[in-house]
Nanobody
Framework: VQLQASGGGLVQAGGSLRLSCVVS????????MGWFRQAPGKEREFVAA????????LYADSVKDRFTISRDNAKNTVYLQMNNLKPEDTAVYYC?????????????????WGQGTLVTVSS
């Protein structure tokens, strides 16, 4: 199973980016999915998560109302739409998959991780 994240880049504050995470080797519908990020010199933190069927989502307070997680199980892809980006959103963003039901903001609850994509927001 591989998770391939993409879509990162350099954007000015107030701009938007959409990250994608393609899951290969397994059926995406069997996994809950999450996005996490790690800024330089900081610990990894939770960003957003979605349940297997997409019926429930959870967001970190810092991104609520700006970011939207969604999934297209037919395309085996999870998205993170990021609007109104701020310099403090600068980080490497990772997608992760969990086989358990429910939703989890704890990275330890995830079984599989992608390689990360860098998002840089300039002021």
């Amino acid at each position: 199973v591989q998770l391939q994240a993409s879509g990162g880049g350099l954007v000015q504050a107030g701009g938007s980016l959409r990250l994608s995470c393609v899951v290969s080797g397994r059926t995406l519908g069997n996994y809950g999915m999450g996005w996490f990020r790690q800024a330089p010199g900081k610990e990894r933190e939770f960003v957003a998560a979605v349940t297997m069927g997409g019926g429930s989502t959870l967001y970190a307070d810092s991104v609520k109302d700006r970011f939207t997680i969604s999934r297209d199980n037919a395309k085996n892809t999870v998205y993170l739409q990021m609007n109104n980006l701020k310099p403090e959103d600068t980080a490497v963003y990772y997608c992760a998959a969990r086989r358990s039901l429910g939703i989890d903001p704890d990275g330890n609850g995830y079984d599989l991780w992608g390689q990360g994509t860098l998002v840089t927001v300039s002021s």
